[in-house]
């Protein structure tokens, strides 16, 4: 059973407009990464940006991932596909792991599938929060 997920309007608003212009480009309209944001987007839980809770994880958050497999530690930033970087530990909300990742809150653990099997993630802390901050326009 998944969890729910809590999504700003605006975020919900700019995540649904990413998805129609991916969907314009023939194979995108197939593709795994597209259609499970799609579903994220539409089980969410759609908040005021002044009401979403601190530890959530939304567009423009940085937050602490704890492998539990291995207890290592990574910060990570949520980002649109056009400001991904994997040098600089910023995932894409398009890419599997950034969709699993988006509306979930400090504590959470999630079950990750890779190539060698099953990793276990804790959300340890949300870094920054732009609603948190008072940085609505992110």
């Known amino acids: 059973m998944k969890r729910n997920i809590v ?3 605006q975020d919900l608003e700019r995540l649904k407009k990413l998805v129609a212009e991916e969907s314009e480009f023939g194979k995108a309209k197939e593709s795994k990464e597209l259609k499970a944001l799609q579903i994220e987007l539409e089980r969410a839980h759609v908040v005021e940006a002044e009401q979403i809770p601190s530890g959530t ?6 937050f602490l991932m704890k492998h539990l497999n291995s207890e290592e530690r990574t910060e990570y930033s949520l980002v649109y596909p056009e400001d991904s970087n994997f040098l600089e530990n ?7 792991i950034g969709t699993a990742m988006l509306g979930y809150h400090e504590g959470d653990e999630i079950d990750w599938q890779v190539p060698e099997g099953t990793v276990r993630l804790k959300i340890e802390k949300v870094l920054y929060q732009p609603e948190a901050s008072g940085h609505f326009e992110l």
């Open 7 to 9: 999504l700003t309007s």
């Open 57 to 62: 994880i939304t567009m423009n958050s940085k």
């Open 90 to 96: 910023k995932i894409s909300v398009m890419a599997p």
